[in-house]
């Protein structure tokens, strides 16, 4: 099978450890639980254009290239390696690619045969999820977003999406909700 992967919040523990960096930024104390809407700049509390520089600023910020690999996700792809073609499509800008590689090369090495960046949603270039898993021939996809998870399923493919405060709303058609990575590894071996 051709399993494709999205990075940030599937494999990366991106958004709870940009929680802990805005709390210290700029003195909220927003906890996981308060993360329940996607759109930052109201989980802020500040125009989308302020959200877009904090957003930057984040990536810059030694917080996010030390971060760690969630629970059980380095396990999980070494196994799904062995049997499949492991593919990553990522939202993250592009600048990010060097950082990107460094940080995968650290914790999953010579795992991915594909890493497609499709750029993040302040980017007029950036593309679907959707049109890149179709040209890549990815039979199952596996990410937090919602917006991206019916975006994939739209075109046919069946979508794991991994349990997170905001992603609590009712799932389309060929999405299923998924709490682990050993749940993950169970339901792609069925
Ligand atoms: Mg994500």
């Not at 930024?25 to 996981?32: A, F, I, M, S």
């Amino acid at each position: 099978m051709i399993i494709g992967f999205d990075l940030d919040d599937v494999l990366l523990n991106f958004q709870d450890t940009m929680r802990v960096y805005h709390n210290e930024t700029y003195g909220t104390k927003d906890t996981l639980e308060d993360s329940r809407v996607w759109n930052l700049w109201e989980r802020w509390n500040c125009t989308p254009e302020e959200s877009v520089r904090r957003l930057k600023e984040f990536f810059e910020h030694p917080s996010h290239y030390n971060v760690v690999p969630l629970p059980g996700s380095v396990e999980a792809v070494q196994e799904l390696k062995k049997n499949h073609t492991l593919v990553i499509v990522s939202a993250k800008p592009e600048n990010l690619k060097q950082r990107t590689f460094e940080w995968l090369d650290k914790y999953f090495p010579n795992s991915f045969a594909k890493v497609i960046f499709t750029r993040p949603h302040y980017d007029p270039n950036k593309r679907k999820k959707s049109e890149v898993c179709k040209e890549l021939g990815i039979e199952v996809f596996i990410e937090d977003a919602p917006h991206n998870a019916e975006d994939v399923a739209s075109a046919g493919i069946p979508v794991l999406l991994f349990d997170w405060p905001w992603n609590q709303v009712p799932l389309p058609e060929r999405v299923t909700r998924v709490f682990s990575w050993p749940e993950i590894i169970e339901r792609l071996n069925q």
